[in-house]
């Protein structure tokens, strides 16, 4: 596969380096970018404390900016790490701090109905050390 074959790819939960899923990126050998964040427009959720979902808040909503990391995955694979993702998770443009868009991972707002917000963490990781530590907000 050509390089110029590669889209990046915005993942702000399981997918990321060390965590459940990200052999589904190196799988399809996707390989990592760098760290950053949302442009302050989204809102984050834990998902059963399995996986987050982040969703984009309209422009008068208050949102956050959310930590993730971009990844360089083949075209090819972008469908087959989508169909690894737990149901409710899907790909769409995340604007990232800089300004740059991005493919990412979003969640449908169904999804995050009736589930914890934890936007105030801005990030997975930071919620998951919370809650190891026992110190969730």
């Known amino acids: 596969m050509k390089d110029d074959d590669a889209l990046p790819l915005a993942v702000n939960g399981t997918l990321m380096r060390g965590l459940e899923l990200n052999p589904n990126l190196l799988e399809v050998g996707a390989t990592f970018l760098y760290e950053s964040c949302t442009a302050p427009k989204y809102r984050l959720w834990s998902i059963g404390d399995v996986h987050p979902g982040m969703v984009r808040v309209d422009d008068d909503d208050e949102g956050a900016s959310i930590a993730l990391e971009v ?67």
Do not use: F, H
């Open 71 to 137: 990844w360089s995955v083949p075209a090819s694979g972008i469908a087959r790490v989508l169909q690894n993702e737990p149901p409710g998770l899907c790909i769409g443009k995340v604007i990232l701090v800089g300004g740059d868009v991005v493919l990412g991972v979003l969640a449908e707002p169904a999804l995050c109905r009736g589930e914890r917000e934890i936007t105030s963490y801005c990030g997975w990781r930071a919620y998951r050390r919370a809650l190891e530590e026992g110190q969730q907000k």
